[in-house]
């Protein structure tokens, strides 16, 4: 249907200078689903040129063009007659371009929202003065506010989280954008005149269309497809375009055909699916982590535990690709956006008990009703109303009769032919349940970054929704490294050990709920260490041994050939030694060799930084503080991590803090955790005590 998108992020503000910055207009070409680099726009005065030359040069090369604004069109329903007589959007813009001055330093929009509210005479519908000095008519906050008409148009309500046309100052000021920006829309009007016209107010047969955006439909995909250090301004509209120039002509005109002619809509509002489809059929690709995404701080060597964590919180962004499930085979999986709820729950008022229903409470005394005929039972309505005064038989989950509103206990009913008896009081409403008692349509049931339970499939059927976009499970590959290893069942010769590492890591791996992929062992040599990293295949990987600066350090030495080495020291006991870094653009968590360091490595560190990478975002485990069952006295310096278990209400520590006991691994069911400081622990003191399940087993 077009051959361009053209897709602008505005700004309400004065001139941001001549670097590129955030919060400023960009704007952005796009054609066959292909996007341009983002154009940095200063101020207004250089867009409108800017936009006005573009278009102009793709209409002479013969392309249509649609160009898409990030703020509302049109306002809610009766503030264009009550400003500019009419109820035509498109005069009110005319209204707005008569009146509003605007340069790169300074507007009036303050002024003219002001005299609009002294207009209407009340106070509002307008608010937000962000100027020094002070505006008639134009409060600088809510404080006694009062609005003629609706507070969010019918698409804003829709649209979760977008904010309200009113507010013209502070974070969401969308009413500044939009009176800044469509007195620039009247005047592109009237520069193209009968080849343009505007959606949804006008029929689109001509070669330039004006619609409304909002790139917080798709905004996971964006924050997955941004660069590194990208503004996320120019993310937005560089993706937003690229997605609505690769859609199908049909799934475009699908979306075109909704609106509201006098409010304003907002392009693919209700189609986010199609929107995130367009941008890659199997699911939108995730940025690459950079080279240097683990490169310590200059002048950091040893790094306390906190630190560290910090470091990979901030480092790390998603990974996975983003996929569409149907909710029964979702269990498990991680949300990569928000999910609605498509219908309420209950859809419709229901009663919660078997027995009578009528209309209003009824006082202390005996009270005898007429039955009407048939009754109202689950999956089926009852025919016709229930008449004042009377009652109808109900059954558990019946949705109510029109003239029911409060139901007796069948327990708490005599019967007596066409009768029914009882006694009050019984308070209006009683034993029923209101549409929408549990969830609202509309309304936000599960956050992006869930891991999926049993319970919460319950509740996605049950307000309608059967398929919700996830990430795809994050596969992790785990690699031994050493001459010394033999394999568990084998023959291991008197200079051997059997390999510990693999099958831990692997459970561990499978139980955080990732893909465990199992790329063996190798031995000290260092191209075949290079082959096994080369044929992984996998999202990230898990080494132990090898991580540390000796001769037969190879994970280390290869990782530092490749330029991206980061040997992290951290004041961790057990632990220290921890190799980061980035192999041909898959991230390697290279762990110690020792078992206990190597499982407390991947529980403290890797575990909450994979699933950052897998989308469920940084996991902090969930300890509790309980009675130590023991003594110790600890010195200052590195963070402990003991062995323990609970016991008659106290928990206990392995008999030995020695790295090389295994047993105590299988032995614990969790881990004390001490602070960095120097501590003195005495049977009875409070101690923190993560069990297994408080790291995500």
Not at 674 to 694: A, E, H, N, S, T
């Amino acid at each position: 249907m077009f051959d361009t998108v053209i897709v602008v992020d505005w700004s309400g503000g004065n001139d941001r200078g001549a670097t590129p910055k955030a919060d400023a207009i960009w704007a952005c070409v796009a054609r066959g689903g292909v996007a341009d680099a983002p154009v940095y726009l200063r101020n207004r005065q250089v867009a409108e040129d800017w936009i006005g030359d573009a278009v102009r040069a793709e209409r002479a090369a013969g392309r249509r063009v649609m160009v898409g604004f990030d703020f509302p069109f049109g306002y809610p329903q009766g503030f264009a007659r009550a400003v500019a007589g009419t109820d035509d959007p498109l005069e009110l813009w005319d209204w707005f371009a008569e009146r509003i001055e605007d340069a790169p330093k300074a507007n009036n929009r303050f002024d003219v929202a002001g005299a609009i509210n002294l207009s209407l005479g009340v106070k509002g519908p307008f608010w937000g003065n962000g100027l020094k000095r002070d505006i008639d008519g134009l409060a600088r906050t809510k404080a006694d506010y009062a609005n003629p008409f609706a507070e969010r148009r019918r698409a804003e309500v829709l649209a979760k989280g977008a904010f309200a046309v009113w507010q013209l100052s502070g974070a969401g000021s969308v009413g500044s954008q939009a009176l800044m920006g469509l007195p620039v829309l009247a005047r592109l009007r009237q520069r193209f005149g009968d080849d343009l016209a505007v959606w949804p107010f006008q029929t689109l047969d001509t070669g330039i269309a004006l619609v409304e955006v909002w790139p917080s439909l798709i905004a996971p995909e964006i924050a997955a497809r941004a660069q590194p250090d990208e503004i996320k301004d120019a993310a937005q509209v560089r993706v937003l375009s690229q997605a609505l120039s690769a859609l199908a002509p049909d799934r475009l005109a699908a979306m075109l055909a909704e609106g509201d002619t006098e409010e304003g809509w907002i392009l693919g509002l209700g189609h986010e699916d199609t929107l995130r489809a367009a941008l890659r059929p199997d699911g939108p690709l995730p940025p690459p982590l950079s080279n240097d995404c683990f490169a310590l701080p200059p002048g950091v060597n040893w790094t306390p535990v906190d630190e560290a964590l910090t470091l990979l919180q901030e480092r790390l962004t998603p990974v996975a690709k983003v996929e569409m499930v149907a909710v029964q085979q979702a269990l498990g999986r991680v949300l990569a956006a928000p999910v609605t709820a498509l219908r309420s729950n209950p859809p419709r008022p229901n009663t919660a008990v078997d027995g009578y229903g009528f209309a209003g409470g009824r006082e202390a005394g005996v009270h005898v009703l007429p039955l009407v005929a048939g009754r109202a039972a689950a999956g089926g309505d009852f025919d016709g109303a229930v008449p004042a005064g009377h009652a109808v038989r109900v059954l558990t989950g019946a949705a109510l009769p029109a003239g029911v509103d409060t139901v007796v206990l069948q327990e708490d009913v005599t019967v007596d032919g066409d009768r029914i008896a009882f006694n009050g009081p019984v308070k209006a409403g009683a034993n029923s349940r209101r549409a929408g008692e549990d969830v609202a349509a509309g309304d936000e049931v599960l956050p992006q970054g869930r891991r999926l339970t049993p319970a919460d499939l319950a509740l996605l059927a049950a307000v309608g929704v059967g398929a919700v976009p996830v990430f795809a499970p994050l596969r992790v590959g785990v690699l031994s490294t050493g001459d010394e290893l033999a394999e568990a069942g084998t023959d291991a010769g008197e200079t051997q050990i059997y390999d510990a590492n693999r099958p831990m890591l692997l459970g561990l791996l499978t139980r955080l709920g990732h893909v465990a992929v199992d790329l063996g062992r190798v031995r000290d040599d260092r191209a075949a260490l290079a082959a096994a990293l080369d044929g992984a295949q996998v999202d990230a990987i898990l080494t132990s041994g090898g991580a540390s600066a000796g001769d037969e350090d190879h994970v280390s030495a290869l990782l530092r050939e490749a330029g991206a080495l980061a040997l992290w020291r951290i004041a961790v006991k057990p632990g220290r030694p921890l190799a980061l870094g980035m192999w041909k653009g898959t991230p390697v968590f290279g762990l110690p060799g020792n078992p206990v360091a190597a499982m407390v490595c991947t529980l403290v560190f890797a575990a909450p930084a994979l699933a950052l990478l897998a989308g469920s975002g940084w996991q902090e485990p969930q300890g509790f503080t309980v009675p130590a069952g023991f003594e110790k006295s600890k010195k200052p310096g590195r963070r402990e991590y003991l062995r323990a278990r609970m016991r008659e209400g106290v928990v206990e520590v392995f008999r030995s803090e020695g790295s090389g006991r295994i047993s105590g691994l299988s032995w614990a069911e969790g881990l004390v955790e001490l602070p960095d400081g120097p501590l003195v622990v005495k049977r009875g003191d409070p101690v923190r005590f993560i069990p297994w399940g408080g790291f995500g087993l």
